[in-house]
């Protein structure tokens, strides 16, 4: 059975926060509130090594907005949580890989990718 890790962004999935968010990246990157994002993708398209690093391991990821990862949790797990963060889902329990501060940290996509090696294995 695959391992699942689920990646949570600290935006909306509505088409007006998308917009929002897409101008928000390019006019001021350096404020944007979704470091995951910037991350994960470049301006228009997924980041090149994250897509290589996704198609070469052995897990299952899931990529949600945090308005439906809210809408799927109950309200005690969500007040847990502060995004983005990564999850790995172990049946019905929900393990940190790595949280926002960790996340806002990082300055590249491959210390995400440093960081998920290091905690999957």
């Not at 695959?2 to 928000?24: E, G, M, P, Q, V």
């Not at 398209?45 to 299952?60: I, M, T």
């Not at 929900?94 to 905690?119: G, H, P, Q, W, Y």
């Amino acid at each position: 059975m695959k391992r699942t890790i689920i990646f949570i962004y600290n935006a909306d999935s509505n088409i007006w926060n998308k917009y929002l968010d897409f101008a928000h990246k390019i006019l001021s990157p350096s404020t944007y509130s979704c470091n995951l994002c910037s991350l994960t993708h470049g301006n228009f398209s997924e980041n090149k090594a994250w897509r290589q690093f996704r198609e070469e391991v052995p897990y299952e990821f899931i990529f949600k907005y945090k308005d439906q990862f809210v809408e799927e949790c109950n309200e005690s797990e969500y007040e847990k949580f502060r995004f983005p963060i990564v999850l790995e889902q172990k049946e019905s329990v929900l393990d940190i890989l790595a949280n926002d501060k960790e996340l806002n940290m990082m300055s590249s996509v491959e210390d995400l990718i440093e960081t998920l090696r290091k905690k999957l294995t």
